[in-house]
């Protein structure tokens, strides 16, 4: 696997479920980044890890909790989510996330996410 | 608050007619701006990063360029397979646009 892999790459769920998905970096990158998009509107940051440490946490509610292992893996674990948390999710990361630039992020394919 | 706006929203080409895409941003100590590239159904591909006011990157019919409030991406010559969604995005909170949709036809 080269660059940067997420599954699973669709999901349906209910409002009382728990699920998580799971990203990987094959890039030997540092810096770990959770995104959200939803239809029509702009890329909106969600949280940041950096050398595994959470450096940013932009506002999200509880119900998304995200995970960082090492610095190859990051997790978005979710739970009691509501239908506008349906969106695609979409993983990245970059070299070094400490530096103010953030540095060029490569991003995963997405997951696209369906809560009913 | 930074702001990055991305116009037009949505442009309609014909093949080998060229056109600009434009990037706004209003952040204090700019330190880079990142052009990506996003098809349907998938994530944001990487393009171009530029740092400084008058830098131009090029990548085949693609031409990026900075000045201090906004930056261009230049389409010379399109092709049907440019057509894709175009981003803009400013550290350090990787603040992006909304993109322009292009769509190229034969």
């Known amino acids: 696997e080269t660059g940067v892999t997420q599954t699973p790459r669709h999901l349906v769920m209910g409002m009382t479920n728990k699920k998580s998905l799971k990203c990987e970096q094959h890039?030997?990158?540092?810096?770990m980044y959770w995104y959200k998009q939803s239809a029509k509107k702009p890329l909106e940051l969600m949280f940041v890890?950096?050398?595994?440490?959470?450096?940013e946490n932009n506002s999200v509610p509880s119900r998304f909790s995200p995970e960082c292992p090492n610095s190859s893996h990051l997790f978005l674990h979710l739970h009691t989510l509501q239908p506008e948390d349906s969106a695609l999710y979409l993983c990245?990361?970059?070299?070094?996330?400490?530096?103010?630039?953030?540095?060029?992020?490569?991003f995963g394919p997405g997951t696209r996410l369906l809560v009913l | 608050e930074d702001q990055v706006t991305q116009s037009p929203e949505a442009l309609r080409l014909q093949e080998g007619e060229s056109s600009s895409l434009n990037c706004s941003y209003t952040?204090?100590?700019?330190?880079?701006l990142f052009w990506y590239r996003q098809d349907p159904g998938k994530g944001p591909e990487f393009l171009f990063t530029?740092?400084?006011a008058g830098e131009e990157k090029e990548k085949e019919r693609l031409k990026a360029t900075l000045t201090k409030k906004e930056s261009f991406l230049h389409i010379t010559a399109p092709k049907p397979e440019d057509s894709a969604t175009y981003l803009c995005?400013?550290?350090?909170?990787?603040?992006f646009g909304a993109g322009t949709r292009l769509t190229v036809k034969p």
């Open positions: 890039l030997g990158h540092n810096a």
């Open positions: 530029l740092y400084s």
């Open positions: 990245a990361s970059s070299q070094d996330g400490a530096s103010g630039t953030g540095g060029t992020q490569y």
């Open positions: 952040v204090s100590g700019l330190r880079g």
């Open positions: 890890y950096n050398f595994k440490e959470q450096t």
């Open positions: 995005a400013v550290p350090p909170d990787m603040r």
